[in-house]
């Protein structure tokens, strides 16, 4: 896991979910109610059942995710519209790696720290949408809940550029200073022996750059949860980001104004009366 600027965004979403997971055990302590066999299942299959008829209509959640590319993790804040469908605006916040970077550690310095030679900029990406959810399989007493879910709305990528510790040598290759420099490509004194390791995680952050962008997901959640109140639930499912130009990410390789991941999540929350 890299420890840096992604973990400043993504601390402080999890200092914001942690407040409402304790509110979650408080709140969700009252089992779900049986429901007599043939009475709400049998009526939603032959649609003479009223969904708007909803008791518990808010409902907020957090949860850590886990995608292709890195991790991150999410807020939401639903609705219930009906028995059957949900509105919910999300807020998310992941990192953001290139499937080709690869950590190395200069192995001619003692104690060096690793580095992405050829990293350009560390990105995270934060998303702000709204979308629906629908049930596909409804829960009552026991089981499992299954919905598919639709969300989109704005992206953006927060690329802060690498600063790295480099050394300078003289005409014997001896090391004469060590400065902490942008990383330059083009840099002739850019090279893996002269790279010590990365710098602050902060240096440079006010050098960083916004790329906005949209984005669309898609995916199917499974609540397992056994208290009325309590949302306990597992997520699956495809996000793709667009931007109005490339996020540079790497050197010399080509870098893409998309991203394309496959994202699992888990999420925890409450719900309560309208």
Same mark, same amino acid.
């Given at each position: 896991? +890299?420890?840096?600027? !992604?973990?400043? #965004? *993504?601390?402080?979403? %999890?200092?914001?979910?942690?407040?409402?997971?304790?509110?979650?055990?408080?709140?969700?302590?009252?089992?779900?109610?049986?429901?007599?066999?043939?009475?709400?299942a049998d009526k939603i299959k032959d649609r003479s059942f009223d969904d708007t008829q909803v008791l518990l209509k808010q409902e907020f959640t957090g949860g850590a995710t886990l995608?292709?590319?890195?991790?991150?993790?999410?807020? +939401?804040?639903?609705? !219930?519209?009906? #028995? *059957?469908?949900?509105? %919910?605006?999300?807020?998310e916040a992941v990192s953001m790696e290139h499937p080709k970077e690869i950590r190395t550690v200069n192995q001619n310095v003692e104690n060096g720290k690793s580095y992405v030679y050829?990293?350009?900029?560390q990105v995270v990406v934060t998303r702000f949408g709204y979308g629906r959810h629908n049930v596909l399989y409804a829960k009552f007493d026991k089981g499992v809940e299954i919905r598919?879910?639709?969300?989109?709305?704005?992206?953006?990528?927060?690329?802060?550029?690498?600063?790295?510790?480099?050394?300078?040598?003289?005409?014997?290759?001896?090391?004469?200073?060590?400065?902490?420099?942008?990383?330059?490509?083009?840099?002739?004194?850019?090279?893996?022996?002269?790279?010590?390791?990365?710098?602050?995680?902060?240096?440079?952050?006010?050098?960083?750059?916004?790329?906005?962008?949209?984005?669309?997901?898609?995916?199917?959640?499974?609540?397992?949860?056994?208290?009325?109140?309590?949302?306990?639930?597992?997520?699956?499912?495809?996000?793709?980001?667009?931007?109005?130009?490339?996020?540079?990410?790497?050197?010399?390789?080509?870098?893409?104004?998309?991203?394309?991941?496959?994202?699992?999540?888990?999420?925890?929350?409450?719900?309560?009366?309208?």
């Amino acid at each position: 896991m +890299r420890i840096g600027l !992604n973990s400043v #965004f *993504l601390v402080l979403s %999890l200092v914001l979910a942690s407040s409402f997971f304790s509110i979650a055990q408080d709140r969700g302590e009252t089992a779900l109610p049986s429901v007599p066999k043939g009475s709400v299942a049998d009526k939603i299959k032959d649609r003479s059942f009223d969904d708007t008829q909803v008791l518990l209509k808010q409902e907020f959640t957090g949860g850590a995710t886990l995608h292709t590319r890195g991790w991150g993790l999410l807020l +939401r804040r639903a609705k !219930n519209k009906t #028995f *059957l469908r949900k509105r %919910l605006f999300e807020l998310e916040a992941v990192s953001m790696e290139h499937p080709k970077e690869i950590r190395t550690v200069n192995q001619n310095v003692e104690n060096g720290k690793s580095y992405v030679y050829g990293e350009l900029s560390q990105v995270v990406v934060t998303r702000f949408g709204y979308g629906r959810h629908n049930v596909l399989y409804a829960k009552f007493d026991k089981g499992v809940e299954i919905r598919y879910l639709y969300i989109g709305g704005f992206s953006m990528a927060w690329a802060k550029p690498i600063y790295l510790d480099i050394a300078y040598r003289n005409s014997v290759g001896q090391v004469v200073s060590v400065v902490t420099e942008r990383y330059n490509p083009d840099n002739l004194s850019h090279t893996q022996d002269n790279i010590l390791g990365r710098s602050s995680a902060f240096k440079g952050i006010e050098k960083m750059q916004f790329y906005p962008g949209i984005y669309g997901k898609f995916g199917f959640s499974f609540e397992y949860g056994k208290k009325q109140k309590a949302v306990r639930s597992l997520e699956a499912g495809v996000i793709i980001d667009y931007y109005i130009r490339d996020v540079p990410m790497m050197a010399r390789i080509k870098n893409d104004p998309y991203y394309l991941t496959f994202y699992m999540s888990i999420n925890f929350g409450v719900k309560w009366y309208r």
